[in-house]
């Protein structure tokens, strides 16, 4: 059974590496692997379509940012923060914004597993973990 879940794992990184045009992920191209799946009907396809899934997610996460803040951002900084990014990671990152409350100040960043965190609530935990 693992051989199966192995080979399973390997066709969904090889249909996801086809998956990108020009470096970025192509939509029309996921439709594509999606109807090739469909057609073809490989081994084990629930495997192979939940790992492929969870690579496309990752993906995605990592061209995502959402901006958390506890009070009112201006679009300058927004565009500030996005292009910061965008020199940082190399390609174009997508920016969203959410009110978080409970940040009592500042920003919280989070693109793909990086977090980036400037708020009061983030320096108070640091501030209580090392008493």
């Known amino acids: 059974m693992a051989a ?11 249909l996801f590496r ?12 996921v439709g594509g692997v999606l109807a090739w799946v469909e057609k073809h009907r490989p081994a084990n ?3 192979v379509l939940k790992a492929y899934r969870r690579l496309v997610e990752a993906e995605v996460a990592r061209s995502r940012a959402l901006v958390e803040h506890a009070g009112a951002v ?14 940082k990671y190399g390609r174009n990152i997508g920016l969203s ?5 409970a940040l ?4 919280r960043v989070r693109v793909g597993d990086d977090v980036y965190e400037s708020s009061v609530s983030g320096q ?4 209580a973990a090392s008493v």
């Open 104 to 107: 009592l100040a500042g920003l």
């Open 74 to 87: 201006s679009e300058d900084i927004l565009g500030a923060i996005g292009a910061a990014l965008n020199r």
């Open 45 to 47: 396809p629930v495997i």
């Open 4 to 14: 199966h879940s192995k080979s399973a794992q390997h066709l969904a990184r090889q």
């Open 124 to 127: 108070l935990a640091a501030l």
């Open 18 to 29: 086809l998956s990108f045009e020009q470096d970025a992920l192509s939509a029309e191209r």
């Open 97 to 101: 914004a959410q009110a978080n409350p």
